[in-house]
T-cell receptor, first 115, second 114 residues
């Protein structure tokens, strides 16, 4: 089956630093990747949709300059949380799409803690 | 606007019993897909089952089946012979052909009692 990896799985950083999270499709090419944020005991909140070679489409209320998304290839998308603050602490999860309505593959998620 | 509603925030079920998790949806699209995902405490989203809007038969995957009632716009998940390992959050989601984004329900926390 299709596998999506995320790295790191867990990160703790100091306030003001930047953190990069990688999302890779290991055995398939993803036409589209999605980035979600999940608060404790809540559902997934879509942050942005990224397509390889083009700018990401951000959801309303998501700061583009705060959450930088780069989709450099069909197998890699990165989310960089810039100048992180404690309120950015959350579970971030990516998913990859091959353009079919019945398929979306999720990474294992990254737990970010900003001190 | 598209919407997914899961009305059960939490459920307790005795081991080996069957359990039904409710999901209703709202969309004006004719072509759409419905998903159920399981999220254990580790956080990973595990795909369980998919139902296409044009599928005439209810989807089944092992112990999981989806009770699809199109006229009622419901897509309930049925887990037969529940196991302790089924304890997790369960999310219902929908996507359409226009943008492939998933619309998520609030989730149901299922706890299986021994």
């Amino acid at each position: 089956g299709a596998v999506v990896s995320q790295h790191p799985s867990r990160v703790i950083c100091k306030s003001g630093t930047s953190v990069k999270i990688e999302c890779r499709s290991l055995d398939f090419q993803a036409t589209t990747m999605f980035w979600y944020r999940q608060f404790p005991k809540k559902s997934l909140m879509l942050m942005a949709t990224s397509n390889e070679g083009s700018k990401a489409t951000y959801e309303q209320g998501v700061e583009k300059d705060k959450f930088l998304i780069n989709h450099a290839s069909l197998t890699l998308s990165t989310l960089t949380v810039t100048s992180a603050h404690p309120e950015d602490s959350s579970f971030y999860i990516c998913s990859a799409d091959v353009g079919q309505i019945d398929t979306q593959y999720f990474g294992p998620g990254t737990r970010l803690t900003v001190l | 606007a598209q919407k997914i509603t899961q009305t059960q925030p939490g459920m307790f079920v005795q081991e080996k019993e069957a359990v039904t998790l409710d999901c209703t949806y709202d969309t004006s699209d004719q072509s759409y897909g419905l998903f159920w995902y399981k999220q254990p405490s580790s956080g990973e989203m595990i795909f369980l089952i998919y139902q296409g809007s044009y599928d005439e038969q209810n989807a089944t995957e092992g112990r999981y089946s989806l009770n699809f009632q199109k006229a009622r716009k419901s897509a309930n998940l049925v887990i037969s012979a529940s196991q302790l390992g089924d304890s997790a959050m369960y999310f219902c989601a929908m996507r359409d052909h226009s943008n492939y984004q998933l619309i998520w329900g609030a989730g149901t926390k299922l706890i299986i009692k021994p």
